[in-house]
């Protein structure tokens, strides 16, 4: 059965700190794996998809790489800003119907 | 996303009462997903529909839940006899490819938040 880890469970950084998120999984026989961002009392916000056959995906201060045949992943945020405390999800597509998700990291930037 | 519509965002329900969840999907999407969050807990799947069809409900509890996705009108997660243990956030999610695609990105709504007292 697909596990996710998330680690660290928590996580906090000076502003302007650049910083890398950690994702794991247990089965690389995966479809994609989709990075979310949380704020409390709210849903999933979509920050990145990476495709099984892509290495990495790219959007504003955010990289996401993949490396599916150790089965991790990261998340690469430049220069954090205090806007960017949330939690942050790790999900990967493992099934045809179905998404495994860790259980995050919460990300506090401090001004 | 706040195109996939969930409502209500927050519900008290006393223990044995019924909790209905609603669930739009972003507009042109026609495939739904359930998905349970615990208090510090990941998500967790719990169905998949179609439009008129459960694809998989491998996630979902046996008793007292169900779930329905009408060929008008929004999809429905229905909570029968509630107990404090079903007390969670759940989540909506849509797409629109079939899950056969594989590749389908999701699309989640904010959430229904359900309190049993």
């Known amino acids: 059965k697909q596990e996710v880890t998330q680690i660290p469970a928590a996580l906090s950084v000076p502003e302007g700190e650049n910083l890398v998120l950690n994702c794991s999984f247990t089965d690389s026989a995966i479809y994609n794996l989709q990075w979310f961002r949380q704020d409390p009392g709210k849903g999933l916000t979509s920050l990145l998809l990476?495709?099984?056959?892509?290495r990495e995906q790219t959007s504003g201060r955010l990289n996401a790489s993949l490396d599916k045949s150790s089965g991790r992943s990261t998340l690469y945020i430049a220069a954090s800003q205090p806007g960017d405390s949330a939690t942050y999800l790790c999900?990967?597509?493992?099934?045809?119907?179905?998404?495994?998700f860790g259980t995050g990291t919460r990300l506090t930037v401090i001004p | 996303n706040a195109d996939v519509m969930q409502n209500p965002r927050h519900l008290v329900r006393r223990r044995g009462q019924e909790a209905r969840l609603r669930c739009s999907p972003m507009k042109g999407h026609s495939h739904v997903y359930w998905y349970r969050q615990l208090p510090e807990e990941g998500l967790k799947f719990m169905v998949y529909?179609?439009?008129?069809?459960?694809?998989?409900e491998s996630g979902m509890p046996k008793e007292r839940f169900s779930a329905e996705f009408p060929k008008e009108g929004p999809s429905i997660l229905r909570i029968q006899q509630v107990v404090r243990g079903d007390s969670a956030a759940y989540f909506c999610a849509s797409s629109p490819l079939g899950s056969g695609a594989n590749t389908g990105e999701l699309f989640f709504g904010e959430g229904s938040r359900l309190t049993v007292l």
């Open positions: 990476i495709q099984s056959s892509q």
């Open positions: 999900a990967v597509k493992a099934g045809a119907n179905n998404l495994f």
């Open positions: 529909l179609q439009k008129e069809n459960i694809i998989d």
